[in-house]
């Protein structure tokens, strides 16, 4: 492929976006959240009120909006950092995630994106390493245990966050799995930059190789 890209996938608090936001300053590289784009097409649908189970008009909605995750989270123009993180979207995005409608849009967002940047770019999502960019230059899985990915989520709690890990890996539509190439690495008591210092060696040992 032409485009440099890192893909890395994880459970909710395996600490993605902050690794990946880290990783890719480190790099000088662009960063795509891609949690937070489900979770802005979610914010749509709820100020709008579309029923976040109807497929058709869910995916249409995918289709349509504007969506911007730099360098704030923005839908239609209108900002929505904030709201995309209440435990009403925490509720709903699960549904919007398993849409396979809204899926193929984002997924077509997420490759456009990446084709768009200079230098490369560090994605990070469910379905990077599987689904979105299977010829990643790099494929990293997050894990870490489920106290302490509850623990940096802070309010949301250990039950709505195993409740989000059924979810999001027993869902038929590009379920999170952790794809056989993928390296593995646990963040549970590890610092960010400790993890970094770690990925940027694997992908120096992987140009080398
Ligand atoms: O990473 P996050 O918690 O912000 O993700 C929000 C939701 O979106 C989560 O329930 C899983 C889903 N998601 C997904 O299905 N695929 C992605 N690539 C990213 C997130």
């Known amino acids: 492929m032409s485009v440099q890209v890192i893909a890395i996938d994880g459970p909710a608090g395996?600490?993605?976006?902050?690794?990946?936001?880290?990783?890719?300053?480190?790099?000088?590289?662009?960063?795509?959240?891609?949690?937070?784009?489900?979770?802005?097409?979610?914010?749509?649908?709820l100020h709008t009120g579309i029923d976040v189970h109807d497929v058709s008009a869910?995916?249409?909605?995918?289709?349509?909006?504007?969506?911007?995750?730099?360098?704030?989270?923005?839908?239609?123009?209108?900002?929505?950092?904030?709201?995309?993180?209440?435990?009403?979207?925490?509720?709903?995005?699960?549904?919007?995630?398993?849409?396979a409608l809204v899926r193929h849009q984002m997924v077509r967002r997420q490759r456009e994106f990446a084709d768009e940047q200079p230098l490369g770019t560090v994605v990070e999502g469910r379905d990077i390493t599987t689904v979105v960019f299977p010829n990643a230059t790099l494929k990293v899985f997050l894990t870490a245990s489920l106290v302490e990915r509850s623990r940096r989520r802070g309010e949301e709690g250990e039950a709505s966050v195993a409740r989000r890990d059924v979810a999001d890996s027993t869902r038929l539509a590009s379920p999170l799995r952790q794809a056989p190439d993928a390296l593995v690495l646990d963040t549970t008591g590890r610092k960010v930059d400790d993890a970094v210092e770690e990925i940027m060696q694997w992908l120096k040992n992987q140009t080398l190789s």
């Open 58 to 99: 869910m995916g249409e909605l995918a289709r349509s909006v504007k969506l911007t995750t730099l360098p704030r989270v923005s839908v239609n123009g209108r900002d929505v950092e904030d709201e995309i993180r209440t435990e009403t979207v925490n509720e709903a995005v699960s549904i919007v995630a398993a849409n």
């Open 14 to 45: 395996s600490g993605k976006s902050s690794v990946a936001r880290a990783l890719a300053a480190a790099l000088g590289w662009s960063f795509l959240d891609t949690g937070a784009m489900y979770r802005a097409v979610t914010v749509e649908a």
